[in-house]
């Protein structure tokens, strides 16, 4: 019905009603009545006259009535039914037809609505249906309405600008993004960063270590798991550096405390197949090359020989490096012997004469070895009771052995016919003026008795642990200052060549004080750590200081000389969150006289993921100022499982100059099986390889 029948009529209804009742008493007169009611009705309304059809017991609806609606007070909205993104806001209009007036009122059941039809979605909205509404202001009962579907919103980059690099320096930065569905996804759609830094796609982190100056422009873009994204344009500005990267403050390494998970997707060295593949640390900056591969020396068995380690002894302390970082040692978990020649500038490494042994790719030794600290062409080999040299200096001709010193050429040192069944290499002192080993005829590691010493020029000194007697072709002999007595796990040499540091395996005397035990050579002077409780762990040496990490608290390091049993904490402060296990290996052959240059480290722990502390399968640098701080250089990518020692604990060593740290590890378990295939299984069959790590 028309507006006029809708407002107009109400007035007829009223009388015409009071008519009607006073009418109920006759029917007749009452049909009567409801015929000329609809009569005057479709008058008013519309002009024209309606008549019921005969016969009709009630009055039919009105066939114009639709027509008649047609100047009725309407409101339409816009736009209908949108869909619009949680925090979103959208412009509702409002349209009042047959009235002047045209202002409304407008509500919404959720979020805001502010008096111009603007509409602002809700946040963290669990009921996604919500109701707008405009009223008309002139005619309240004309109202009009829609549904307004709120949706998650996408993703949005908050990171609006990029910290600055200083080029050869350590660089980490991290790209943020706000709301949609994680997990994101983040890639470069246009420009590029500069050489040497990476997008870590499932973090937003930017890290690596450029030497490339200058603005370097790029457009990144994040995508949610609702596949919606943003896009942000970026500036990194790379400017020159006045530091100086590498030893001996490595000014270009971190040196915080922020814990540095593993990167979800690993840097990509290869499988069975990589060596001389080079990546860069998405945490820390630094570049790492692998070294050896499944195929470094086709001619090894198929099994744990193909598995190359930086040394089958499990020590840190062997120096594999060449005074300037031209060559290094590494050997086969078979015990096998490889030099290889390094070029530092590139950091790419090759087997030394492989064209002289095509079947094995190059030379190998009987063994592992230790670098002189002062030819660099020279390396020392043990092979049985002798020491070995061997001369790199012609690289087209292949050295032989020159003999050392035979242990047994000395009525002062080993007997005459002794046969070795074990031995540990103690190393070489400053100047190649002492070598030190220990012995044992009997068995495996734990049953060596005898620790000798080679001076140059002197001859043998030897210390029995069993006997506690001193022998010596130099210096004083007889009864050591120690009633102890113990069988030996290994020794290590000062690198001023005075002292030997024994590690005992186990007490043979009714009592034995704490260990290790400190023998200045060449006289009966024995003694030993004593029963502090700070001298556990591991430990590497200076030339008069030994460090170990005492694990008190658990993760600290202590320094004390060979003379005076009283230690100084060296980190002093501990990370939080570090808790056992957490194993350390400490290296230190680019030490100085003074023993002020900082050692090095690599940390061990089961933990393979969601670390809880930084220092986690880390190779780290230890100040030995007693300044407490700890420089981190790389993750090992350990997974703490391989069945080879050097490997699963990311045993390495650092270069005698400092710039180099070379480790075993089986970068959790993607280099392939030790019978080669690609697959394998951790604990089992995975393979390791050695890598070196710059150390800037």
């Not at 047959?98 to 603007?118: F, L």
Request: charged fraction near 15%; include cysteine.
């Amino acid at each position: 019905m028309g507006p006029q029948f809708c407002y107009r009529g109400i007035d007829m209804l009223r009388a015409s009603w009071l008519f009607c009742k006073r009418a109920e008493s006759n029917s007749g007169l009452r049909h009567f009545l409801y015929l000329a009611l609809i009569a005057a009705f479709s008058l008013a309304a519309t002009g024209k006259l309606l008549m019921a059809s005969p016969g009709a017991g009630a009055p039919p609806a009105p066939q114009a009535a639709e027509d008649a609606c047609k100047s009725c007070v309407r409101v339409t909205v816009s736009p209908l039914s949108p869909t619009i993104e949680e925090g979103e806001k959208l412009q509702f209009s409002a349209t009042v037809t047959n009235r002047r007036n045209s202002a409304v009122i407008w509500s919404a059941t959720a979020g805001s609505i502010n008096t111009d039809g603007v509409f602002t979605a809700p946040k963290n909205y669990t009921s996604k249906a919500i109701t707008i509404t405009a009223k008309s202001v002139a005619e309240s009962t004309a109202r009009a309405s829609t549904a307004v579907t709120v949706t998650e919103a996408g993703p949005t980059i908050s990171t609006s600008r990029i910290p600055d690099a200083v080029d050869g320096a350590a660089y980490s930065a991290s790209l943020v993004a706000r709301g949609g569905k994680a997990p994101y996804h983040w890639t470069i759609v246009s420009g590029t960063l500069p050489t040497g830094l990476q997008l870590t796609s499932n973090t937003g982190a930017v890290t690596g270590r450029t030497t490339t100056t200058g603005a370097f422009q790029f457009d990144v873009r994040v995508t949610d798991a609702a596949s919606r994204s943003d896009k942000q344009s970026l500036t990194l500005d790379v400017s020159a550096s006045s530091l100086v990267c590498g030893p001996p403050t490595y000014n270009c390494s971190r040196s915080d405390r922020l814990v540095a998970q593993l990167p979800t997707a690993l840097p990509d060295v290869g499988n069975l197949t990589g060596s001389n593949t080079m990546v860069t640390d998405p945490s820390f900056g630094n570049q790492i090359v692998r070294i050896t591969d499944f195929h470094t020396d086709p001619s090894a068995p198929l099994s744990f020989a193909r598995t190359f380690v930086t040394s089958t002894s499990g020590s840190a302390d062997e120096n594999l490096w060449n005074v300037d970082s031209s060559l290094f040692i590494i050997q086969s978990n078979g015990g096998a012997g490889y030099p290889f020649d390094f070029n530092a500038a590139n950091l790419h490494a090759t087997r030394l004469y492989s064209s002289n042994y095509p079947a094995s790719n190059g030379l190998t030794l009987p063994g592992g070895g230790a670098w002189s600290r002062v030819n660099s062409n020279l390396v020392y080999v043990d092979v049985g009771s002798t020491i070995v040299s061997y001369d790199f200096t012609d690289r087209t001709s292949p050295p032989t052995p020159q003999l050392v010193y035979d242990f047994t050429s000395s009525p002062n040192c080993l007997p005459p016919g002794f046969v070795v069944s074990w031995k540990t290499r103690g190393g070489v002192s400053a100047g190649d003026a002492v070598f030190g080993m220990a012995y044992s005829n009997n068995g495996v590691q734990g049953t060596a008795l005898l620790a000798v010493a080679y001076k140059v020029g002197s001859g043998c000194s030897m210390l029995n642990t069993q006997t506690g007697q001193v022998t010596s072709d130099w210096g004083t002999g007889g009864p050591a200052s120690i009633s102890d007595r113990w069988t030996i796990h290994n020794v290590k040499l000062s690198k001023d060549g005075n002292w030997l540091v024994i590690a005992a395996e186990s007490c043979t005397s009714s009592k034995c004080s704490k260990g290790p035990y400190f023998w200045q050579i060449g006289t009966t002077n024995v003694t030993s750590c004593g029963d502090s409780g700070l001298c556990g762990g591991h430990w590497t040496e200076g030339y008069t200081h030994w460090v170990n990490n005492d694990n008190s608290p658990l993760g600290n390091q202590v320094m004390r000389s060979f003379a005076d049993a009283n230690p100084a904490s060296l980190t002093r402060s501990v990370p939080g969150g570090i808790h056992a296990p957490f194993d350390q290996h400490q290296s230190w052959n680019n030490v100085d006289a003074l023993d002020s240059l900082p050692f090095l480290a690599s940390t061990c722990t089961p933990v393979s993921k969601d670390f809880p502390a930084p220092w986690y399968n880390e190779i780290i640098g230890v100040a030995s100022d007693g300044s407490g701080k700890v420089w981190r250089f790389a993750h090992s990518f350990i997974s703490s499982k391989s069945s080879a020692f050097s490997t699963k604990y990311g045993v390495g060593s650092v270069s005698q100059d400092g710039r180099f740290f070379i480790f075993s590890s089986d970068w959790m378990g993607t280099l392939g099986s030790e019978t080669g295939n690609k697959a394998c299984g951790l604990a089992t069959t995975c393979r390791g390889d050695v890598f070196v790590v710059q150390l800037n």
